[in-house]
């Protein structure tokens, strides 16, 4: 088996502030994947990865960066911060080819005051 | 219009009754996953289930491809299933990416 393991925990920014959300796999996974989930609601997909070096916009990547600097990790930037935001950040990851299932990591709350 | 859809919205029930829980989807799905997530908490995968049924202690999960619906059955409910219920989907087959749907927050009173 393996892990997901996404840094830091909590997060506590300022307003307009640059902030980096990392997440670290061990599958050996080929496709990384941020969702973001707001209080009470579903998730919504940012970013995701096929393979190194790679990167496609989701829903929600407007004011979002995001690298995947190899094959085990993949970052998140939120490039401006929002006043009175706060969210949960969920990191995932799958095998490339379809039919196989995703895992996700334990998430990063941010808030930003 | 809404692509994965899930109903209820919420529901709740007394320990011990069955629970059912239905998602609906637009297109043919080659990925369908049932997480569970507690309040404010991870969000674990139930199943894994793009077509069958499977089943892991009290959990059912059905999928019927070709009508666009999976369903989750919990049998003799317990207030440790209390959480919020997501059913997700790849909408355009082999994409790479799941879309959620909104979820059913389960409320199981002792």
């Known amino acids: 088996g393996g892990i997901i393991t996404q840094t830091p925990k909590f997060l506590i920014g300022q307003e307009g502030q640059k902030l980096t959300l990392k997440c670290q796999q061990n599958?050996?996974?080929?496709?990384m994947y941020w969702y973001r989930q707001d209080s009470g609601k579903g998730l919504r997909l940012i970013y995701y990865?096929?393979?190194?070096?790679?990167?496609q916009k989701g829903d929600l990547s407007e004011g979002y960066d995001a690298s995947r600097e190899k094959k085990s990790s993949f970052s998140l930037t939120v490039t401006s911060a929002q006043k009175n935001e706060m969210a949960v950040f969920l990191c995932?990851?799958?095998?490339?080819?379809?039919?196989?299932?995703?895992?996700f990591g334990k998430g990063t709350r941010l808030t930003v005051v | 219009g809404q692509q994965v859809q899930q109903s209820p919205a919420s529901l709740v029930l007394q320990e011990g009754e069955n629970a059912e829980l239905q998602c609906n989807f637009s297109?043919?799905?080659?990925?369908l996953q049932w997480f569970y997530q507690h309040p404010g908490g991870r969000l674990v995968s139930l199943f894994y289930?793009?077509?069958g049924t499977k089943h892991t202690g009290r959990l059912t999960s059905t999928t019927v491809t070709n009508e666009r619906r999976s369903s989750l059955h919990i049998s003799s409910s317990q207030t440790t299933d209390s959480g919020t219920y997501f059913c997700?989907?790849?909408?355009?087959?082999?994409?790479?990416?799941?879309?959620f749907g909104k979820g059913t927050q389960l409320i199981i009173q002792p």
């Open positions: 995932a990851s799958s095998p490339l080819t379809a039919y196989t299932e995703v895992f």
């Open positions: 599958f050996n996974h080929d496709t």
């Open positions: 990865s096929i393979t190194e070096n790679d990167l």
């Open positions: 297109s043919t799905a080659t990925r």
């Open positions: 289930n793009p077509s």
């Open positions: 997700a989907i790849d909408l355009t087959e082999g994409a790479d990416r799941l879309t």
